[in-house]
């Protein structure tokens, strides 16, 4: 298995455009999670889904954030319109049967806003 | 409010040194505890999980253990290297709650 796959890996935009974070869990993993880390912030769970459902958004810090799973195997992170306090590196982690099997981290997709 | 602590937020030791890092959370009514390691720049590693009712877990150099009672975990590494250097985060598991620790920055000195 490939992982828990993001893309991109590096992404610099301009304030006030929009940003598309994309993720493809691990086949067959049921629940997917996206996080926020910064320097001052540590690590924030944002939202997370099972089965194609979100569950927990309580972590999105605002509107112009928005997350969506079509399929169990894809979920996007949209970011409209982006600030340059949006900048951090956003981690998507799947796992099965949440709680019970543990977390398989993406390697990450690092946002510049300038 | 749930919580995890880590202690110490950096260490420095020389290679070769057994260490132990430490997390302690507020609740002993977890799920699981998981450690992960975090290279500069790159995404976390999974290194060791523990479920809730098992007290340890091995892998190579690597032993983590976990005390629900004490609300502590520590992740002890043995003979240390180089190549450990990294930064490691104990994540807590309860219910549909998902808790980082904010990490401890690891530096094995050749």
């Known amino acids: 298995d490939a992982g828990v796959i993001q893309s991109p890996r590096h992404e610099v935009t301009e304030m006030g455009q929009e940003v598309t974070l994309r993720c493809k869990p691990i086949?067959?993993?049921?629940?997917l999670f996206w996080y926020r880390q910064t320097m001052m912030r540590g690590l924030e769970l944002l939202i997370y889904f099972n089965n194609n459902v979100p569950i927990d958004d309580s972590g999105m810090p605002e509107d112009r954030f928005s997350a969506k799973m079509p399929n169990a195997s894809f979920s996007t992170l949209k970011i409209q319109p982006s600030e340059p306090r949006d900048s951090a590196v956003y981690f998507c982690?799947?796992?099965?049967?949440?709680?019970?099997?543990?977390?398989?981290f993406g390697s990450g997709t690092r946002l510049t806003v300038v | 409010k749930q919580e995890v602590t880590q202690i110490p937020a950096a260490l420095s030791v020389p290679e070769g040194e057994n260490l132990v890092l430490n997390c302690s959370f507020t609740d002993s009514a977890i799920y699981n505890l998981q450690w992960f390691r975090q290279d500069p720049g790159k995404g976390l590693t999974s290194l060791l999980l523990?479920?809730?009712?098992?007290r340890e877990q091995t892998s190579g150099r690597l032993n983590a253990s976990l005390d629900k009672s004490s609300g502590r975990s520590t992740l002890y590494i043995a003979a240390s290297q180089p190549g450990d250097s990294a930064t490691y985060l104990c994540v807590m598991s309860r219910d549909d709650k998902i808790i980082f620790g904010k990490g401890t920055r690891l530096h094995i000195l050749p």
């Open positions: 523990i479920q809730s009712s098992q």
């Open positions: 982690a799947s796992s099965l049967r949440h709680r019970a099997e543990g977390y398989t």
């Open positions: 086949s067959g993993h049921n629940s």
